[in-house]
């Protein structure tokens, strides 16, 4: 069982069984309070998975987290923080290991996902979100792998508002702009990646870019 928790964008949670079952999720799309909301929603998340996989009436069972996916971005240095806090400390407390994942990559399986559904073709896409100050950021793709994990062949990357287009016409990409990171993908993308006995992100968090606070640096001594 896996839970997938990222604050990306907005703040999304869901609860996964290995197999991609989804058996909760919940989300809130408030860029700005991350902090105030992650605890109501694990709270919240955690409870509707001991009812069963999502649009069923299977009889309340335990929950037993075995892993913690956490969306290590690409995201704000602030909002981004309070996910991977989140993830950890829950990892932390249950002794169970936590799943490092490009938020970029949850989307990108939910494009595949629903166009194999549909029996469509995928073109190489990329996955484009708002890095506010006039900048996105984005993320290439080009199909699923033999694990069937989303292959990222650019990014994330950071570009100008202006320059994004011209810079995925040369990439060969359509734009794919998401909104919000799909907590149950996030923790698909860990549960396959368990399978295949693979790590799919570093550990690092993706930073848009640094904080705005910095260190203030030494007072200058005083001579007598």
Excluded: C, W
């Amino acid at each position: 069982m896996i839970l997938g928790i990222d604050t990306s964008l907005g703040t999304a949670l869901a609860v996964v069984e290995l197999d991609g079952v989804v058996r909760s999720a919940a989300a809130s799309d408030n860029p700005l309070a991350h902090a105030e909301v992650i605890g109501g929603l694990l709270e919240q998340v955690l409870g509707e998975a001991t009812r069963g996989p999502v649009g069923t009436t299977t009889a309340a069972e335990p929950v037993t987290v075995t892993h913690v996916a956490a969306g290590m971005g690409p995201g704000p240095f602030t909002g981004l923080r309070v996910g991977i806090a989140a993830a950890t400390a829950f990892a932390l407390a249950r002794g169970v290991p936590v799943i490092p994942v490009a938020s970029h990559d949850a989307v990108a399986l939910e494009v595949l996902l629903a166009d194999a559904i549909a029996g469509e073709e995928t073109p190489r896409f990329a996955v484009v979100t708002d890095a506010r100050r006039r900048e996105f950021a984005y993320s290439v793709y080009d199909g699923l792998d033999d694990e069937g994990l989303p292959v990222r062949t650019a990014g994330p990357a950071l570009v100008p508002r202006d320059d994004l287009d011209a810079r995925l016409v040369e990439l060969g990409a359509r734009r794919h702009d998401a909104a919000a990171v799909p907590a149950q993908m996030l923790a698909l993308v860990a549960a396959r990646a368990i399978a295949a006995g693979r790590e799919v992100a570093a550990s690092e968090p993706l930073y848009l870019r640094s904080p705005d606070v910095s260190v203030p640096a030494p007072r200058k001594k005083v001579g007598a």
